[in-house]
């Protein structure tokens, strides 16, 4: 079973930063795609960002560009979230997906979730 555990939720206010972590397995973090998506209360899920093996090739989605940027650590099988300037329309419950076929997608295929970090941002 692949799991993938989220750590580095909480509450901030509007302007600070806080880093999302993922933990897989070796195989899991090899074989597919690791990205984030978020789910705002009433909302639909929405792509955050992606990151290939190599950690060469980055995709963010236009919300995020230029504040969040996500990494990768390959020999400890963890995925970060470095998310910065942080605002309130940024709450969300923040979702660690491994995935396979399209990167840029609200609707990944053959995906395995993380159990969610609730990042609140106060205004």
């Known amino acids: 079973q692949v799991q993938l555990v989220e750590s580095g939720g909480g509450l901030v206010q509007a302007g600070g930063s806080l880093r999302l972590s993922c933990a897989t397995s070796r195989r899991t973090f090899s074989d597919y795609t690791m990205g984030w998506f978020r789910q705002a209360p009433g909302k639909e899920r929405k792509f955050v960002a992606a990151i290939m093996w190599s950690g060469t090739s980055t995709y963010y989605a236009d919300s995020v560009k230029g504040r969040f940027t996500i990494s990768r650590d390959n020999a400890k099988n963890t995925v970060y979230l470095q998310m910065n300037s942080l605002k309130p329309e940024d709450t969300a419950v923040y979702y660690c997906?491994?995935?396979?076929?399209?990167?840029?997608?609200?609707?990944?295929?053959?995906?395995?979730w993380g159990q969610g970090a609730q990042v609140t941002v106060s205004s």
């Open positions: 997906a491994a995935y396979k076929g399209t990167v840029v997608t609200d609707t990944p295929s053959f995906v395995y």
